[in-house]
């Protein structure tokens, strides 16, 4: 089962060693706060529907497939200006979140 290390992981990975001047490393805190999060503070990076975690509309998820519109502002896809993320650790952030994104 993946865990929030895993998720973390994968985000790491993508960006490497750059500096990510306009969020930073959002995913270096804790579970829950993760999980409430607000992209730019605006929408929640995991979406919820009926009170539970739903990868696949989730903008975290979203953004590392294609640009995204939220709150009427666009967001290129991230991470911005490196290679794209494997779709299959895509899918693993995806599943992780439907997994109600156990710690």
Same mark, same amino acid.
């Given at each position: 089962?993946? *865990?929030? +290390?895993?998720?973390? @992981? #994968?985000?790491?990975? +993508?960006?490497?060693?750059?500096?990510?001047?306009?969020?930073?490393?959002?995913? @270096?805190?804790?579970?829950? @706060?993760?999980?409430?999060? @607000?992209?730019?503070?605006?929408?929640?990076?995991? +979406?919820? =529907?009926?009170? =539970?975690?739903?990868?696949?509309?989730?903008?975290?998820?979203?953004?590392?497939? +294609?640009? #995204?519109?939220?709150?009427?502002?666009?967001?290129?896809?991230?991470?911005?200006?490196?290679?794209?993320?494997?779709?299959?650790?895509? *899918?693993?952030?995806?599943?992780? #979140?439907?997994?109600?994104?156990?710690?």
């Amino acid at each position: 089962m993946t *865990k929030f +290390a895993d998720v973390q @992981k #994968i985000l790491d990975d +993508a960006v490497g060693s750059e500096t990510l001047f306009t969020h930073g490393r959002f995913w @270096k805190t804790t579970r829950d @706060k993760f999980v409430n999060l @607000k992209l730019f503070d605006q929408c929640p990076i995991i +979406a919820k =529907k009926d009170n =539970k975690f739903v990868g696949p509309e989730s903008p975290l998820v979203k953004i590392l497939q +294609a640009p #995204i519109k939220c709150e009427d502002v666009d967001y290129p896809m991230m991470p911005e200006g490196l290679p794209a993320v494997d779709k299959d650790k895509i *899918k693993t952030i995806s599943d992780w #979140i439907d997994d109600q994104c156990p710690e």
